[in-house]
Structures are given as structure tokens and as C-alpha cells.
């Protein structure tokens, strides 16, 4: 079976791996825009690096009435954890030689004011009954939140309330070092031809009924043929679907959304002082992906703060396309779609315009009230964010991902952003199961999928403590990532 995959980023070369692994015969192609892997969204600094799994961002716990609801962040815990545990099975196997090259232990924090501080109780209260955040701690102390999280403490008036939670075993995850690497591994022990510098243009079925891709590579005008396609191509997805001809594309649109942060390099010791990732609360009509955070990051060995992001509207797919692209990818049917969005999430698309016009000046105050004085501690500097884009599904805006299968099971596309890289193993094994569900009943790639996953089914790890805590321990050895003695 030919199959062909748009995109050689996280998601693309973690399906391609996941596919060729367990079912080695498969004759596997990815296309990629860019010169490399992962060059794209999935690159160091086009993303915060979180290894999202719910222990710190507030917009993961939703709260009504003063209900809090935590099925949300159980979920994305549960996927981190099987995403962990593929990352660990390539430590095992030597496609990764050491785990620090994509993955570093964080604390992983989140810090209110006084408006703010029954919520975090309630959520703390709620979330560290489950087993999955049972080592969360909460506190009200000045000198304790300050011994966690330095840099947002030592300035600020000791009469201001404050609350935190932390948890000790978070991660820093480089998203593009662990691509890169996994790309390799993919092409030269599993047999996946990458061909860079090649910019899909359209996808379209034949008579036969196999797709062709039409596309140019280095300037030259390039055709494939596949009898499964895969686009993983973050916001490259959206026109390509409506060039498919597929009758499901008009009920999807994209709405783009940018963003900055503020990056300075820091020293390994100022590092090993701040060590974590420390979320706020987002500003009312902000979108999740805007939630404030001040994040130590580990890239190639060096040490960064990063503080944002700073959203921004920017009607473009990908960085490095353009307005047109995204201007020729809307349909007359997408319209009335866009239309609603703008109507319905006015404050929304407010706060993106003006966010987007944001001086540096602006920015450090940010960074001040955050954590007060620390744009004087430090060499700042803006730095652009990968570009975004969710979806409108329906009319209707969304702001998590979704698979999208054909009815014949050979097109499918993931759609959306957020919360993306950090469970991309989890969303792959799913794609695969729907889009090629024939691979799983042959006995030797079942064998393999439990050699790769352990467990991967999200009620067992929600619902059995015993065997998540069995998993989770077992990853985290092989990860470096070790709970301290106060836990």
C-alpha cells in the first residue's frame, strides 16, 4: 500500500513512525514545504514547549457557577501520558540516544491574585483527588510560592495576595529537536522517504479512484499518486481539503490567529534558580492559547525565559505564506461561517486586532505585572510565534483538534491547534486507527502497538490508578524525570 503524508512535523513524522513500525511494508512518503523537519509550527520557539498534560493552565478546568469541571484536563493528561510513554519506547529502541535533547523536567505552576484565588482552591481541591495530579500542592504563602517560582515573587509587594499550585514533574519539551531526530530515525531504519522543499498545491481523486497530488518541488512541477493521503499540515490543511472535493469540506473553515512572546537567554545557573513553567489567568475574550505564561525553555543545550504569548490576528495559513493563500483557500459557502465568528465572538476578534498592534512597550508592562521588575532583569527581545489555525466547524468556532477520515477511508486530515504537539502520538495512533483500520488485525502489528503503548486506552489510565501510576513511573525513568523527596 502507497501512502503519502503532507507535512514533516510532529504530526506527519510521528505517523509515518507510528505506521512503519508496525506495519513495516508499507511504502510511506512524506512532502515537506520546508527544508527540514519540524521547521514549521513544530520548531523550538514558534511554540511555548509545554508538555501539556492539564497540571497548570487554568482554561483546561473550566469553571460554571462555580462548578469546576476537570474531564477536560483528565483527558489531556491521560493522552500526555500515552504520548510519554511512545517518546519512551524511542529511547529504548536507540532512535533517540538521550532524552535532555527533547525533553527536560519543569515545575509546572500556576499563580492567581486575590480575585482569582477561590477558583485555584477549587480546582486544586478538585484535581488533586484524582490520582493523575495527587502530587499537586497549593499555597497561599508568600515565601513558599517565591521558593517555586523566584522570578514572578521576588518583586512584588509582600501585602498582594496571591495563590499557586505546583506540581514538580512538568516538562519543557523541544518539539522540533524530538521531530528532527525521530525523521532521522524514521528514514533510516524504517524506510520513509522525505522529500523537502516540495509545497503541495492540490489534492484531487483520479478515475481509478487513487489521489494525485499535484505540487511543486524546487520549482519544478511534481506529481504523486497515493492510495492513502495524510495531511498533517497545520493551517496547509484547511485549503487542500477544500480543493479535495470531498463532501464534508464545506462544513470547515480556518480562522487564523498569531502571536509574539518575549525570549531571553538566560544562564544554566539562572536556569537551575527558576526552574519552571509558571501559568496566569487569561484576559476576559482572550483565546486559550493566549493564557499568560513565563516558561524556562531548553534549547540545543542553551537556556531561555519566554514569556506571552501575545496573540495576534494575521489572516495567513503558515508563516511564510501569504495573505493570497488564505484568501484563495475561502469558499463562498465559508462565509456565512466567518461571518457568524465575527459576530458571535466579536470580543474575541477585538482583542486579536489590538493585540496585534502591541508595542514593546506594552509588552514589558505585561511582563512587569506578571512578574514585577523582571523586564529589567533581563535582555528581552520580541520574537514571532508559529501561526495558528483553528477551527470553525459548522458555523462555529472551535479551539481543541480534530481527526477528519473520508467515508472510504483514504483521505484524513487533522484539523485545529491546540492542545497539539504534546499529545501528537495519542491523536496519530487514532488517525491510524480510523484511517487504516486493517493493519490492527494482523496479529504481529498488535504486538507492536503494545510494545509502543503499554497502555494507551484513556479510560483504563483515567479510572485504574494502580496501572496508570505502574505506566507513568515506568516512562518517567526512561524520560529523567524524577518526583523530589518533599512529594
Not at 480534530?402 to 486530515?413: R, W
Amino acid at each position: 500500500m502507497n501512502v503519502i503524508i503532507i507535512g514533516a512535523g510532529i504530526m506527519g513524522t510521528t505517523f509515518a513512525t507510528l505506521a512503519k513500525e508496525m506495519v513495516p511494508d508499507l511504502d510511506i512518503t512524506i512532502l515537506e514545504r520546508l527544508d527540514g523537519p519540524g521547521e514549521g509550527n513544530s520548531s523550538a520557539f514558534w511554540n511555548a514547549g509545554t508538555g501539556h498534560e492539564a497540571n497548570c493552565e487554568l482554561n483546561y478546568t473550566p469553571v460554571d457557577e462555580e462548578v469546576i469541571s476537570v474531564e477536560k484536563a483528565l483527558k489531556i493528561h491521560a493522552q500526555f501520558n500515552v504520548a510519554k510513554q511512545f517518546w519512551a519506547y524511542l529511547i529504548e529502541k536507540g532512535a533517540i540516544k538521550d532524552p535532555t535533547t527533547f525533553i527536560n523536567q519543569t515545575k509546572h505552576c500556576t499563580i492567581v491574585s486575590e480575585p482569582a484565588i477561590q477558583e485555584l482552591k477549587l480546582r486544586f481541591k478538585e484535581m488533586s483527588a484524582h490520582h493523575f495530579f495527587e502530587h499537586m500542592r497549593y499555597s497561599e504563602d508568600f515565601d513558599e510560592i517565591k521558593s517555586w517560582i523566584p522570578y514572578t515573587m521576588e518583586e512584588r509587594p509582600r501585602h498582594e495576595k496571591m495563590a499557586a499550585t505546583v506540581i514538580e514533574t512538568g516538562t519543557d519539551v523541544n518539539f522540533g529537536a524530538l521531530t528532527e531526530q525521530m525523521a532521522e530515525y524514521a528514514v533510516n531504519d524504517l524506510g520513509v522517504r522525505i522529500e523537502y522543499g516540495t509545497h503541495v498545491r492540490r489534492v484531487h481523486r483520479s478515475p481509478t479512484g487513487r489521489w494525485v497530488i499535484e505540487a511543486v518541488s524546487k520549482g519544478v512541477p511534481v506529481q504523486h499518486k497515493a492510495d492513502v493521503l495524510f495531511v498533517g499540515a497545520g493551517g496547509g490543511a484547511f485549503p487542500l481539503l477544500k480543493r479535495s472535493h470531498l463532501p464534508f469540506r464545506s462544513r470547515f473553515a480556518g480562522f487564523p490567529v498569531g502571536g509574539r512572546f518575549l525570549q531571553a537567554q538566560i544562564s544554566e545557573e539562572q536556569a537551575r534558580y527558576y526552574t519552571a513553567k509558571t501559568y496566569g489567568k487569561a484576559k476576559v475574550g482572550a483565546p486559550p492559547m493566549s493564557v499568560p505564561h513565563l516558561d524556562l525553555r531548553v534549547v540545543d543545550g542553551k537556556h531561555y525565559l519566554l514569556f506571552g504569548p501575545f496573540a495576534s490576528f494575521k489572516p495567513v495559513l503558515e508563516r511564510g505564506r501569504g495573505f493570497f493563500d488564505y484568501l484563495t483557500s475561502i469558499r463562498l459557502h465559508d462565509i456565512p461561517g466567518l461571518l457568524n465568528v465575527a459576530l458571535e465572538h466579536f470580543p474575541l476578534v477585538k482583542y486579536l486586532v489590538s493585540e496585534s498592534f502591541k508595542g514593546e512597550k506594552s509588552m514589558f508592562e505585561e511582563l512587569d505585572s506578571f512578574a514585577p521588575g523582571l523586564s529589567k532583569k533581563f535582555d528581552w527581545k520580541p520574537i514571532a510565534a508559529g501561526q495558528r489555525v483553528q477551527i470553525i466547524k459548522d458555523g462555529d468556532l472551535q479551539m481543541g483538534t480534530e481527526i477528519v477520515v473520508s467515508k472510504d477511508k483514504t483521505y484524513g486530515t487533522l484539523l485545529g491547534a491546540s492542545p497539539g504537539a504534546s499529545v501528537s502520538p495519542e491523536v496519530m495512533l487514532r488517525c491510524l486507527e480510523q484511517l487504516l483500520p486493517s493493519i490492527f488485525s494482523k496479529e504481529e502489528a498488535r504486538k507492536k502497538k503494545q510494545e509502543m503503548f503499554p497502555e494507551d486506552d484513556l479510560d483504563t489510565l483515567i479510572n485504574a490508578p494502580d496501572r496508570y501510576r505502574e505506566i507513568r513511573d515506568a516512562v518517567n525513568r526512561q524520560l529523567g524525570i524524577t518526583r523530589s523527596k518533599a512529594q
